[in-house]
């Protein structure tokens, strides 16, 4: 392991022994012990306790389990109980008492605890002064992933081309070269429109590739002119084209008011004249529509108060209102409609839309990526979305260097827009299961990922300053590459980080649209979906499945304004039905037809219909676990599923004619032997423990229901619910039989694999309010309830 650390440049700074890890939240019988070490990559605990060998692990290839790279800490904390001081402490500050507690407070939301009552005094404070120092570099060069750069090109091999694989199947286009912009054009059908290369070098404009799309009729002397008249010299660049033949632009603001004018008038020319319509161009000034950087930045420090960092409350309704005053579900909400308002103008009116914003680097990039989404099918595909995100936020120059703070010099800088992207992307993910070919892992997978800092997606502010940084620590380091810049990986090559076999885990089953690849028997393979068969999650429902989520009463966590609302109809207007927009008239047409997995897709914007992201803003909250379950994701959606075919099973016997028919068909879920029983969807497979097997158990019987086809169906699936049941695997050794208490029932952690063990901690809970939120669709009940309960 140690060899493996140096040859990608990791080297141990400080460590210190005899350190107890906190793992309980009241009491130390769960803490373990083990060596605290610095290195200049990660902070990591190397633990002395023996840990139970586990059948599935879900193995990060740079990252041990209790692991956290030095980009991901947000503040370091140390305490003395005896002298009750406490101290923020920053890079290359003094610490005048010596350390008895460390808390490291982490931007993926953990917080970490390890106490020094065993270790040396002098050992615990250099450890913790390493730690603040090295995870608050002053210079970009010294971000590790310069090192890790370096020791790829010295130890890569032949086959590899300055440390990069030069090949292996399908990749993600990196939009560097002119022929991803080629392949772009003729998939969108963008014939009037073509490859520029007038910033080849970054001659025009330092933010910008050096290839990009612009319209046919422009010619490249008129935009090398026309650069200095705009913010940062950022020439308007092209996104996408519908088959309507609009185009979506994103462009930043006239700097010059002497030439506003005409050059505003020269661009939306040059943009009709690519419409075989010839028709008007729409703008849509995104920094008066949408909330600005700071607010954001804002909305998620009141969020993480809310989820982690203050004890929950006793009072639910404080807890929730909490939630809400963050107003992070209003901006989720805010992006998704003004995306929607796009695609209607782009779809509805075929008419093209140019983005403006001040520099044309922070909001525009998630709206345009939001409109591709609900447009674009090839965009919801797992390469597709890589492409989205390489093309609309990497190459168009978010500033992932300020906006991450990973130098920690500027808080107002600090912004985390790619994380509320990724927020809304997940909301559209939540409402159609069958449209993305990724999976919820995924996105958190790639959130975190922000945080390894060794990619050159999220290390720079655009890619000049990617080659310009690269090449000057080739020249300091000696390596000889000439004018070309080092080669950092990006984040697409998942082999930096994972196995093949963890990779699966980024497929969505849901998924229709082709074929991928799952982990069967330990083996991974792949399984062909059809694009004509579509999910009975998005076609054919009932009211209370409609749009692939759960609608119910009780499965929602809705704004008080908006459930005061739905409850009392006479106080939303009355007699006096409100006057109905175009766009909103558009969307309603939509909805009334059966959603196209492969179509477009408009996400429901009512509060009711957004939902937190638990599996992201919830994985390290120990209340939010369930006792010996799967994962949320997993476990809601096989719930659903099996409420599905309830459903329609109640429907075929609502068919038949006769009692015996009704009665002679039982279900084949409730009555199937558990040695036929039919294997569960493929899911992410929960983690630290063994697999469990998945039993499906019927609730109590239910009363008799009428026969009839104008029953609810709703009140029938509340009526014949069905639950899972987690029965675990017998240790080895330990006897034969399952869930008959012999032997030590296998610990399965809720938001696989993303809470191992030692990362949920936190002090002084008072309780918490998420009994409800977690058990308002009895779905979420523990299985130690549900093994219980009695109607």
């Not at 330092?206 to 010299?233: I, R, W």
């Not at 699966?504 to 074929?515: E, H, W």
């Not at 992201?616 to 120990?622: A, D, E, N, S, T």
């Not at 097997?693 to 239910?702: F, M, N, S």
């Amino acid at each position: 392991m140690v060899g493996e650390e140096e040859k990608r440049g990791e080297i141990v700074v400080n460590e210190v022994n005899f350190v107890r890890k906190c793992i309980g939240v009241d009491s130390s019988q769960d803490d373990l012990w083990g060596k605290l070490i610095c290195t200049n990559f990660k902070v990591s605990f190397v633990t002395h306790n023996s840990l139970p060998q586990q059948n599935f692990r879900y193995v990060h290839r740079l990252l041990g389990e209790h692991d956290v790279p030095l980009a991901c800490v947000e503040q370091v904390v140390t305490v003395n109980d005896a002298k009750g001081k406490q101290k923020v402490l920053g890079s290359n500050q003094k610490l005048k008492f010596n350390p008895t507690e460390l808390i490291l407070y982490c931007k993926d939301l953990r917080i970490l605890r390890f106490r020094f009552d065993q270790a040396g005094p002098e050992g615990a404070k250099k450890v913790c002064l390493a730690i603040a120092h090295y995870s608050q570099p002053a210079d970009p060069q010294l971000l590790f992933g310069f090192e890790y750069a370096g020791s790829r090109y010295y130890n890569s091999s032949g086959e590899r081309v300055n440390g990069v694989d030069p090949g292996g199947g399908q990749q993600t286009a990196l939009f560097d070269r002119p022929s991803d912009w080629d392949r772009e054009i003729k998939r969108t059908g963008a014939s009037e429109w073509r490859v520029c290369s007038v910033n080849e070098g970054y001659v025009v404009s330092p933010s910008l590739p050096e290839y990009f799309v612009v319209p046919a009729s422009l010619a490249d002397q008129d935009l090398k002119q026309y650069a200095c008249s705009f913010t940062g010299q950022r020439i308007p660049l092209w996104c996408w084209n519908h088959p309507n033949g609009s185009a979506l632009v994103r462009m930043s603001s006239i700097s010059d008011p002497q030439q506003q004018r005409k050059l505003d008038q020269r661009i939306c020319t040059a943009i009709t004249k690519s419409h075989p319509q010839r028709s008007d161009v729409l703008k849509s000034d995104l920094d008066k529509q949408l909330p600005n950087i700071q607010e954001v930045q804002a909305a998620l420090l009141k969020l993480r108060q809310a989820c982690v960092i203050e004890p929950f409350e006793e009072s639910e309704e404080k807890w929730l209102s909490s939630l809400e005053a963050s107003r992070w579900m209003d901006y989720v909400r805010a992006f998704l409609k003004h995306a929607v308002e796009v695609v209607y103008s782009l779809e509805g009116k075929h008419t093209s839309v140019i983005l403006l914003e001040e520099e044309d680097r922070d909001l525009s990039c998630v709206v345009a990526c939001l409109v591709q989404l609900m447009l674009d099918p090839h965009c919801r595909s797992l390469l597709g979305f890589q492409a989205l995100v390489q093309k609309e936020w990497v190459m168009a120059g978010h500033r992932f260097l300020d906006r991450c703070n990973h130098l920690k010099k500027n808080d107002k800088e600090e912004s985390p827009l790619f994380l509320l992207f990724l927020d809304c992307v997940w909301q559209l993910l939540n409402q159609y299961p069958s449209a993305f070919e990724f999976s919820e892992t995924y996105l958190t997978v790639l959130s975190d990922s922000m945080w390894v800092p060794v990619f050159s997606t999220f290390l720079f502010n655009c890619p000049k300053q990617r080659a310009d940084y690269s090449r000057d620590f080739a020249r300091s380091r000696s390596i000889p590459l000439g004018d070309q810049a080092l080669r950092f990986p990006p984040v697409w090559d998942w082999s930096q980080q994972f196995s093949p076999k963890d990779q699966t885990l980024f497929n969505n089953p849901l998924y229709v649209g082709k074929s991928a690849t799952c982990v069967q028997n330990g083996a991974v393979k792949s399984f062909k979906r059809t694009k004509k068969s579509y999910s009975s999650t998005l076609r054919g429902l009932p009211p209370a499945l409609r749009n692939g989520q759960l609608l119910s009463e009780v499965d929602t966590l809705p704004r008080r304004n908006s459930l005061v609302l739905r409850l009392r109809p006479e106080l939303g207007g009355g007699a006096r039905e409100p006057c109905e927009s175009p766009c909103e008239r558009f969307m309603r047409e939509r909805f009334s037809r059966p959603a196209e997995p492969q179509g477009t897709l408009l996400p429901q914007l009512l509060p009711s219909h957004l939902a937190l992201w638990r599996l992201y803003f919830l994985r390290w909250v120990p209340e939010a676990r369930i006792p010996r379950g799967g994962p949320p994701a997993a476990y809601h959606k096989l719930s659903l599923l099996v409420d599905e075919i309830h459903t329609l099973q109640s429907r075929l016997r609502n068919y038949s004619s006769g009692p015996h028919n009704a009665t002679s068909s039982p279900s084949a879920l409730t009555s199937t032997p558990s040695s036929r029983r039919p294997p569960p969807v493929p899911a992410p497979a929960p983690a630290p423990a063994p697999s469990p097997i998945l039993a499906l158990v019927p609730a109590p019987k239910p009363p008799q229901r009428p026969q009839s086809l104008s029953q609810p169906d709703q009140q029938q699936q509340h009526q014949g619910r069905m639950y899972f049941r987690v029965s675990s695997l017998a240790l080895p050794g330990s006897g034969s039989g399952s869930g008959s208490g012999s032997g030590t029932p296998d610990y399965l952690s809720s938001s696989f694999p993303f809470s191992p063990v030692g990362n949920l901690c936190r002090r002084g809970l008072l309780g918490t309010p998420l009994s409800k939120l977690l058990s308002g669709a009895r779905i979420w009940l523990s299985t130690e309830t549900l093994a219980n309960e009695t109607l």
